[in-house]
């Protein structure tokens, strides 16, 4: 999954796995107030979880501002941005990462790979050939 964050697009799983110790630390510290103990990686991990859980299935419309209804969601929302941009080597803090309008934010699905077919035919034969065979 992509976050996109005005014309940039960030590898979103990739940014969360390659976090550092360092950057971590200073998420905790800089997300950390108004009683709240700062986001870590299990609480970004869960709002990730819930935010998967509550994306729309079979078509079914979804409004992602539902998401966003919950404190911890919203923060956890900043920290992905936060950890995005710093994967890919931006010097910002949290509040600067995070200040930009919310209609230029959003996800996109990777592309998945499809398997082969296992029904197609193989077109590197002729029918009614028999395959050469190995000798010794």
């Known amino acids: 999954m992509k976050l996109i964050v005005g014309d940039k697009k960030y590898p979103l799983q990739e940014a969360i796995q390659g976090a550092t110790l360092r950057n971590l630390y200073t998420l905790k510290l800089q997300t950390k107030?108004?009683?709240h103990p700062g986001?870590?990686?299990k609480s970004l991990r869960d709002a990730f979880q819930r935010m998967q859980d509550n994306a729309p299935k079979n078509g079914a419309a979804?409004?992602?501002l539902d998401f966003l209804e919950d404190a911890e969601n919203l923060l956890a929302?900043?920290?992905m941005v936060?950890?995005?941009k710093r994967h890919a080597g931006e010097s910002v803090t949290v509040a600067e990462a995070n200040d930009f309008p919310l209609s230029k934010i959003g996800f996109e699905a990777d592309?998945?790979?499809a398997a082969e077919d296992p029904t197609v035919?193989?077109?590197d034969?002729?029918?009614g050939d028999e395959p050469a065979r190995a000798t010794s």
């Open 33 to 35: 107030g108004d009683g």
């Open 77 to 79: 929302l900043q920290a």
């Open 121 to 123: 035919a193989r077109t």
């Open 62 to 64: 979804a409004d992602p």
């Open 125 to 127: 034969t002729v029918p």
């Open 111 to 113: 592309e998945e790979v």
């Open 82 to 84: 936060w950890l995005c």
């Open 39 to 41: 986001i870590g990686i």
